[in-house]
């Protein structure tokens, strides 16, 4: 009976339900490696067919306080029988959104004053870039628009999220960018343009790109340059020593904001509260999403600095109502799960668990993975890693993108563990969710050694 309920379901998926990224063709013949996953626990998953696995990935990067929290299932139930949903439009509210607000300032560098609440990363960026327009309108900058992001950085795969992102695979089937989203290069030493260039050299090379995109185009056309403290899907890339510093005095010399989509990097990821506090970021703009909720429910939000809304402040009788709004902007379930999941990173120390055990994931990948004749470079920072493989790395020679990446992600499923094979390239992610213990860490090292091995 299971069986005949499994096929039947098989069936409907591929008939019924159009898959976000994923190829639509293989995925029609029932061809893709994708699973449909029925329960989770900690940092375990289980599927119909009843394997379980070990999600190296938290499920996108967001499950961060891991599967089966009953705290954050009971807060959502609760919220959902008392006040499933009131809007936030006209100064309306509800409760746990406001709580919601006072815990994400709290955490929030000191220098930010509001936080604006949506649905997803992608239109939480969407938010950063209307309010920047909105800012420079208000300053008698019409003119001051576009947005710099880097090459690889991933924002979103709305319309003007997926123009910030700098992936080729979400721009190129739908003539993306749109105007006025500039792109420049990923800060990543293993990809600098002439094999001789120090990290020195490499710095002031990036910087200098930059100032030259800013040069060409006018700084008074321009509104933001946006960053991942850690570019994600890019390919887990921590940034080069010195990088932020240097990108954040040039932007302040130009008046062009500073927006850190700290989608994957907020809420503990990387050892601190935020990316920024990591790097000493000031940002104009925060982006937040996934650890928000834990993904248990979707809410994003916009952070802004006190400097933006002063400016919002000042015009603002003049100007009426800030027309950007969603219908579920400040849902109340949301919030309620952003509540219990906030309260769960404090209590459980997941912070603290993600600065600890990342540590000690990078320490046991490098071990396993360093020296390997096809692994380039093994990188991270708390509990994003990444090891990216190259055909000869001494040689600086490619395997063509997306061959081999998957191959080991696939063998790895096949051993027990979920992972994930970055885009534009062959690299293994490492994400798990913040609860993860080093044993856990060891089964995940241990079937990427076993992986590596089969594969490569
Ligand atoms: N920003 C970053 C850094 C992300 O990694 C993502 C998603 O992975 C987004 C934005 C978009 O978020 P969403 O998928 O919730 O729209």
Redesign the pocket.
């Known amino acids: 009976d299971l069986d005949r309920r499994n096929d039947e379901l098989a069936a409907w998926d591929r008939d019924c339900l159009l898959h976000p990224t994923t190829h639509t063709a293989q995925h029609a013949r029932g061809d893709t490696p994708g699973r449909i996953v029925t329960g989770g626990e900690g940092v375990f998953v289980t599927d119909r067919d009843g394997n379980r696995f070990l999600d190296a990935f938290a499920a ?2 967001c499950v961060n306080a891991g599967y089966g929290r009953t705290e954050i299932a009971d807060a959502i139930a609760e919220q959902a029988h008392k006040l499933a949903y009131f809007h936030a439009f006209a100064g309306h509210g509800n409760e746990p959104a406001i709580r919601l607000a006072k815990m994400v300032m709290d955490r929030a560098p000191d220098h930010m004053a509001r936080v604006y609440f949506g649905l ?4 939480a ?1 969407e938010t950063n870039v209307k309010l920047a327009w909105h800012y420079n309108i208000l300053r008698g900058k019409p003119e001051k628009r576009k947005i710099i992001s880097r090459w690889r950085a ?4 709305g319309l003007v ?1 997926g123009s910030m992102t700098g992936l080729k695979v979400y721009h190129d089937r739908f003539n993306l960018p749109l105007d006025g989203f500039l792109h420049t290069h990923t800060p990543h030493y293993l990809r600098r343009p002439e094999r001789e260039m120090d990290e020195a050299a490499y710095l002031d090379f990036l910087i200098a790109e930059l100032e030259a995109l800013i040069a060409r185009e006018g700084p008074e056309t321009i509104a933001a340059f946006v960053g ?1 403290p850690v570019l ?2 890019g390919g887990i890339i921590p940034p080069p020593e010195g990088y932020w510093a240097r990108v954040q005095a040039l932007l302040a010399e130009h008046d062009i904001l500073l927006i850190a ?1 700290e ?2 990097t907020g809420f503990g990821r990387t050892g601190q509260m935020f990316g920024s506090d990591l790097y000493g970021l000031r940002p104009d703009f925060m ?1 937040i ?2 650890g928000l909720t834990s993904a248990y429910a979707p809410l ?1 939000g916009s952070i802004l600095s006190q400097r933006v809304f002063d400016v919002l402040m000042t015009g603002a009788d003049d100007f009426g109502p800030l027309a950007h709004g969603w219908t579920y902007s400040a849902h109340p379930i949301g919030a309620a799960a952003g509540i219990a999941t906030l309260d769960l990173v404090d209590r459980l120390g997941l912070v603290e668990n993600a600065g600890e055990t990342g540590a000690y994931l990078l320490e046991r990948l490098r071990e396993r993975a360093e020296g390997h004749r096809n692994v380039a470079e093994v990188r991270g920072v708390g509990l994003l890693a990444a090891v990216e493989l190259m055909k000869d790395p001494s040689a600086g020679t490619w395997f063509e993108p997306m061959t081999v990446g998957p191959k080991v992600v696939a063998e790895m499923a096949r051993l027990g563990v979920m992972t994930r094979a970055m885009p534009e390239g062959n690299i293994v992610g490492f994400a798990p969710p913040l609860c993860i213990t080093r044993d856990e860490v060891d089964q995940v090292v241990d079937a990427f050694g076993q992986a590596i091995e089969s594969v490569l």
């Open positions: 996108l990067y997803s990363g992608s239109d960026n991933y924002h979103g795969s999220s991942e994600g899907t989509d989608v994957v982006t999403a996934k994003s």
